[in-house]
């Protein structure tokens, strides 16, 4: 269970048993680079792969100075020691992304740091519905979101471009009733993904 704690200004911090997410602060850009700078981990986003740590660092400023730093976008931390190895927020008031270093993978921690934003987006930021827009090839993320009740809602072709590539989209929602529901069926087991 996600622990919420309100900090200064409006902003709050989320607690899980392996995770805190946090606003940007200066000095995430070093961590933070090691998915941002990622071709791999990148390789779904809407933007090329940051190719030095400045446009990292330049990056979390920015992230830093937006009014939903810190309250609906957030960096991962990776307790004990609080690295930062990711982000997930929504953009566009309603639409969720994520992101986590390669080193991280396949431990169930994108699943723990959405378990823990979703419900705090629902019941704290009053939201109705979570929307999701990923690439038709990137089944990793497709297939979490469906494990946390998100359905596909559409498809569209040649949505943004990154690069010189044209990207196709593929669209997913949560609705707070559905997640309330499943939510009241759910054995806590279930929601912990684990490498057993």
């Known amino acids: 269970m996600a622990e919420i704690s309100h900090v200064d200004a409006g902003n709050v911090e989320i607690s899980t048993s392996r995770l805190l997410l ?8 070093d961590g933070l680079h ?4 990622d071709p791999e981990v ?17 990056w979390i400023q920015n992230m830093s100075k937006c ?9 991962i931390c ?17 639409e969720i992304g994520f992101l986590l270093a390669q080193t991280q ?48 809602s559409g498809f569209c072709e040649k949505t943004f471009q990154v690069g ?12 707070k009733e559905k997640w309330e529901e499943q939510e009241s069926k759910a054995d806590p087991e279930d929601l912990v993904e684990r490498n057993d």
Not at 22 to 29: E, H, M, T, Y
Not at 42 to 58: A, F, G, N, R, V
Not at 67 to 75: A, P
Not at 141 to 152: A, E, N, S, Y
């Open 22 to 29: 946090r606003g940007a602060k200066a000095g995430d850009g």
């Open 34 to 37: 090691q998915a941002f700078g």
């Open 42 to 58: 990148m390789k779904y986003w809407s933007t090329l792969p940051h190719e030095t740590i400045e446009q990292s660092e330049d």
């Open 67 to 75: 009014e939903t730093n810190g309250v609906t976008d957030f960096v």
């Open 78 to 94: 990776l307790k004990p020691d609080l690295n930062p190895i990711g982000k997930v927020g929504v953009w566009d008031k309603h």
């Open 105 to 152: 993978w396949r431990k169930g921690l994108a699943l723990e740091a959405l378990n823990a934003i979703i419900p705090y987006l629902f019941n704290e930021k009053g939201l109705k519905e979570i929307t999701a827009d990923a690439d038709p090839r990137n089944v990793a993320c497709i297939g979490l979101l469906l494990k946390l009740g998100f359905v596909v």
């Open 164 to 175: 010189d590539e044209w990207v196709d989209s593929t669209y997913l929602k949560l609705t």
